[in-house]
């Protein structure tokens, strides 16, 4: 069984950065197997698709986030990270790190962003972005 930590959440001004980190614990190679994603959950909201990265380090975002966020992975620590940059009030929400099952190598958007394709989720990390 995978356990998936986040951290790296917190308070920023419209307009600043914020990094955050996911770090996978548990047997072997599932990391490196799987497809990993960030989706995030507002006040009120339903949990939504962020940013996902597959096998071969292919990326996909969703639209609100294009251009300012970006996902990375790196499999020897076994950690995914997302850079957002250029934060709005609007990106406020519990950010989750997300673990596909195995998977194959080239991942789709429609795969990454279906939360039915996770099996593993973290615990979230808070987001809060003031005006």
């Known amino acids: 069984q995978v356990q998936l930590v986040e951290s790296g959440g917190g308070l920023v001004q419209a307009g600043g950065s914020l990094r955050l980190s996911c770090v996978a614990s548990?047997?072997?190679?599932?990391?490196?197997?799987?497809?990993m994603g960030w989706f995030r959950q507002a006040p009120g909201k339903e949990r939504e698709f962020a940013a996902g990265?597959?096998?071969?380090?292919?990326?996909f975002y969703a639209d609100s986030v294009k251009g300012r966020f970006t996902i990375s992975r790196d499999n020897a620590k076994k950690t995914v990270s997302l850079q957002m940059n250029g934060l709005k009030p609007d990106d406020t929400a519990v950010y989750y790190c997300?673990?596909?099952?195995?998977?194959?190598?080239?991942?789709?958007?429609?795969?990454?962003?279906?939360?039915?394709?996770?099996?593993?989720w973290g615990q979230g990390t808070q987001v809060t972005v003031s005006s």
């Open positions: 997300g673990k596909t099952r195995r998977t194959a190598f080239y991942g789709t958007f429609d795969y990454l962003a279906s939360q039915n394709s996770y099996d593993s």
């Open positions: 990265i597959d096998r071969s380090g292919g990326t």
């Open positions: 548990g047997s072997g190679r599932t990391f490196s197997e799987a497809a």
